[in-house]
């Protein structure tokens, strides 16, 4: 059942190239000039009557909503609030008969992100479901369902679901901005044959754990890890963390590179691993100089990169790179030896990585 590997949790990870294709297939248009979602049918008068649109979820489902709104607020111009399931209801949301409210979850069942769709539905919301579970309770609670189609995900800690959710979010974003035209076709057309070429690349990324397995024996039995990033490297680095804790039980923090001044960099002592994630171009100088900073304060640091960068190995202890893509997909690669990393590390620690202590696969209870 657990097809030659030795967990799911790896299992599932080798899985992300097949779970992705199957999750694009058939929802671009052969000729890459556009992305259809049939089981839409949304048009530009129902997506012009949101004032705002909320994604709401838990865990890493919450993490797959970050990029989310990043994607839709970048190509569909509609501001995008993001928020964890268990706070959404308690704040008063500010949802009516404007509002488009999506709610993500692989299971399809945890607690408050159903108690929150129907909180935004009784407020009037028009309502969506990315779930992963065909005919699950929030599929059938939602007006209109998106499925993620990564097959049954057994590991408690989610891998091959977070990037079929990315998947779904920028099939979202470029479907909104194709009906509202808010982005140039050439740029929708670019970003769908970058699109066609992840499942492959997530196949590269995949091809070679030998550093990855080294790093994990190297800092597997520190007890603090820092992740850093900027932009979408920053949303990455929130799941690199949950994974590494879930699943290693090291304390791992995520951090807004730029935020660190603000604190965080009292934190950051001799030895400490960093894992600096530098694949934003458009804040590569910016990231490249917080870098710099936890390395004055001698952390070691293990850098994230597209495979043509040529900067970052002057200034980091160990660099990860992966295959060239646009910038906006490129979280669906630099995840891939995050997830690795955080597997190996539970192993160099004994731990159980398919049932990690405390943690169940679905969260039924609020
Ligand atoms: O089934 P859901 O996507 O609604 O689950 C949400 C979270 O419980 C889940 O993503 C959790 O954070 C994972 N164990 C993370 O790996």
């Given at each position: 059942e657990k097809g030659g590997y030795e967990h799911f949790m790896l299992k599932e990870i080798h899985e992300q190239p097949k779970a992705v294709r199957a999750t694009i297939s058939s929802r671009i248009a052969k000729d890459n000039s556009a992305v259809v979602l049939d089981e839409l049918k949304w048009n530009k008068d129902f997506l012009n009557s949101f004032n705002r649109i909320f994604i709401v979820a838990c865990g890493t489902a919450y993490h797959a909503g970050l990029v989310g709104k990043y994607y839709i607020e970048k190509m569909a111009r509609i501001p995008v609030e993001c928020d964890i399931a268990s706070e959404f209801r308690y704040r008063s949301p500010i949802v009516d008969e404007n509002t488009l409210m999506i709610v993500v979850s692989?299971?399809?069942?945890?607690s408050d992100t159903l108690a929150a769709l129907k909180e935004a539905k009784r407020l009037g919301a028009k309502t969506l479901a990315v779930t992963n579970v065909v005919g699950s309770s929030i599929a059938r609670e939602a007006d209109q369902v998106v499925y993620?189609?990564?097959?049954?995900?057994?590991?408690?800690?989610?891998t091959k679901a977070y990037t079929t959710q990315l998947i779904v979010m920028l099939l979202l974003g470029l479907y909104m901005a194709g009906i509202r035209e808010t982005m140039p076709q050439e740029r929708i057309t670019e970003l769908i044959r970058g699109l066609r070429e992840i499942p492959t690349q997530i196949g590269q990324t995949l091809e070679d754990e030998d550093p990855i397995k080294t790093f994990a024996k190297q800092y597997g039995f520190n007890e603090d890890v820092f992740f850093i990033g900027r932009s979408l490297d920053y949303a990455v680095a929130l799941e690199g963390s949950l994974k590494l804790k879930e699943i290693s039980y090291i304390h791992a923090e995520a951090y807004a590179a730029g935020e660190l001044k603000h604190g965080t960099l009292a934190l950051i002592v001799d030895s400490i691993p960093v894992i600096a994630l530098a694949t934003q171009k458009s804040v590569y100088e910016k990231t490249l100089s917080n870098i710099k900073e936890v390395k004055a304060r001698d952390a070691v640091v293990i850098g994230i990169a597209s495979a043509?960068?040529?900067?970052l190995e002057k200034y980091v202890d160990h660099v990860i790179k992966v295959p060239e893509t646009d910038e906006l997909l490129i979280p669906l690669l630099a995840v891939v030896p995050l997830q690795l990393l955080a597997y190996y590390a539970a192993i160099t620690r004994g731990c159980d990585v398919d049932k990690p202590r405390n943690l169940a696969k679905s969260v039924t209870v609020e």
């Amino acid at each position: 059942e657990k097809g030659g590997y030795e967990h799911f949790m790896l299992k599932e990870i080798h899985e992300q190239p097949k779970a992705v294709r199957a999750t694009i297939s058939s929802r671009i248009a052969k000729d890459n000039s556009a992305v259809v979602l049939d089981e839409l049918k949304w048009n530009k008068d129902f997506l012009n009557s949101f004032n705002r649109i909320f994604i709401v979820a838990c865990g890493t489902a919450y993490h797959a909503g970050l990029v989310g709104k990043y994607y839709i607020e970048k190509m569909a111009r509609i501001p995008v609030e993001c928020d964890i399931a268990s706070e959404f209801r308690y704040r008063s949301p500010i949802v009516d008969e404007n509002t488009l409210m999506i709610v993500v979850s692989q299971s399809g069942e945890t607690s408050d992100t159903l108690a929150a769709l129907k909180e935004a539905k009784r407020l009037g919301a028009k309502t969506l479901a990315v779930t992963n579970v065909v005919g699950s309770s929030i599929a059938r609670e939602a007006d209109q369902v998106v499925y993620t189609w990564a097959g049954p995900e057994i590991a408690v800690a989610s891998t091959k679901a977070y990037t079929t959710q990315l998947i779904v979010m920028l099939l979202l974003g470029l479907y909104m901005a194709g009906i509202r035209e808010t982005m140039p076709q050439e740029r929708i057309t670019e970003l769908i044959r970058g699109l066609r070429e992840i499942p492959t690349q997530i196949g590269q990324t995949l091809e070679d754990e030998d550093p990855i397995k080294t790093f994990a024996k190297q800092y597997g039995f520190n007890e603090d890890v820092f992740f850093i990033g900027r932009s979408l490297d920053y949303a990455v680095a929130l799941e690199g963390s949950l994974k590494l804790k879930e699943i290693s039980y090291i304390h791992a923090e995520a951090y807004a590179a730029g935020e660190l001044k603000h604190g965080t960099l009292a934190l950051i002592v001799d030895s400490i691993p960093v894992i600096a994630l530098a694949t934003q171009k458009s804040v590569y100088e910016k990231t490249l100089s917080n870098i710099k900073e936890v390395k004055a304060r001698d952390a070691v640091v293990i850098g994230i990169a597209s495979a043509d960068d040529t900067e970052l190995e002057k200034y980091v202890d160990h660099v990860i790179k992966v295959p060239e893509t646009d910038e906006l997909l490129i979280p669906l690669l630099a995840v891939v030896p995050l997830q690795l990393l955080a597997y190996y590390a539970a192993i160099t620690r004994g731990c159980d990585v398919d049932k990690p202590r405390n943690l169940a696969k679905s969260v039924t209870v609020e």
